[in-house]
């Protein structure tokens, strides 16, 4: 036990820095926050992209309605002041992920530009990656595949974004995805090929 | 642009596992959930653990008072519904980390074995790893670094834990730390050692 105590003596703190985080990982971390209508596309190119790089061995996750809605922010509704709240907690995961070195893809509707905006202000440049999935409310009212915009149509479902409730579309994403005119794997090659691009595949 | 839409009709959905994400790498997800009375060491030995296993290549973040209490839970202050709320959310965070395959240590005095239990209940078994840090008040009272068992003991801090609100010890921790009578590199040494002979460090 003596050479513990020794080593107590001259022992210092030590932090891992975010360099030495993604070092390991031999790639950097980000957050690539997917936006757009329900049904645009978001989780199902989210959770493609997700695929794509932990195949390159790209360290990754993604957060979504599935483990969002259910888990974390299971006591939010959808009222203004939770939906800011939920957008809040959401950019404040995404970002311990960042500072983990993970590339984090997040798949929520997020409508209000000032939401994003605060997401955006609390992460260092570069590493929010806006992407917006545009496709026309007529494409995602056409594919409908859970039924909402029905519901919303005949008023079941209030607040629905894109039917009474404003989408408020990127000015400056950093990526625009054709949702209208483009596949799945197509869209989510194009991810793919902006991180590589812009740096975002190694460390 | 023909070849791209043919791969769409023949493109599946692709979800990445819990297995995939652990082999690229190389070792288990889980939760260190360090708990003791203020002082005890907790986020001193988290960050230790934290630099250990990323010198070896392991996964890791740590979610302490520094990256929380300023970031997603700055919404709550220490009534007993926020405490609850802000184990609740450390919790469900933990959660993705460990999903993500991540090692992910927790520093947080988290008093009430009820908010504990429920952190338990939702990761699977063997996710979740209590660490009890203990040392005892008399310990805790005089490193005392940020003064605050002064305060409290003068009456201008309520609820503290140890002085006017419970600690209660885990019954069954995974592992007890001697904080009374060890060093915080002993310390992280023996949680390094408990990981390596549970099976965490391999995938």
């Known amino acids: 036990m003596t050479e513990q105590k020794a080593t107590n003596v001259t022992w210092h703190e030590h932090k891992v820095s975010r360099a030495e ?7 950097k971390g980000a957050v690539l926050w997917f936006t757009g209508l329900s049904a645009c596309g978001k989780s199902t190119i989210a959770n493609e992209v997700d695929y794509l790089l932990n195949q390159r061995g790209i360290h990754t996750i993604v957060l ?8 974390l922010n299971k006591n939010l509704g959808f009222s ?13 995961v995404a970002k ?4 983990s070195g ?8 997020s409508p209000y530009k000032a939401d994003r905006d605060k997401v955006r202000a609390i992460l260092a440049p570069g590493e929010y990656v806006e992407i917006y ?4 409310l007529e494409t995602c009212e056409k594919r409908d595949p859970k039924g909402l915009y029905k519901k919303a149509r005949a008023g079941e479902l209030k607040n629905f974004t894109g039917i009474d ?3 408020e579309a990127p000015e400056k994403p950093e990526l625009v995805l054709d949702s209208d005119n483009k596949g799945i794997a197509e869209l989510a090659q194009e991810v793919v090929a902006y ?7 190694k460390a």
Chains 1, 2 share one sequence.
């Open 64 to 71: 979504d309605g599935d483990n969002i809605r259910m888990g």
């Open 195 to 201: 991180l590589e691009q812009n740096g975002y595949l």
């Open 165 to 167: 409730d404003p989408y």
């Open 80 to 92: 203004a002041e939770d939906r800011a709240e939920n957008i809040r907690r959401i950019g404040e």
């Open 21 to 27: 985080r993604e070092k390991i990982k031999g790639h």
């Open 96 to 99: 311990l992920f960042a500072t």
């Open 133 to 136: 999935v545009n496709a026309s």
């Open 102 to 109: 993970t590339i984090v893809g997040t798949a929520f509707i």
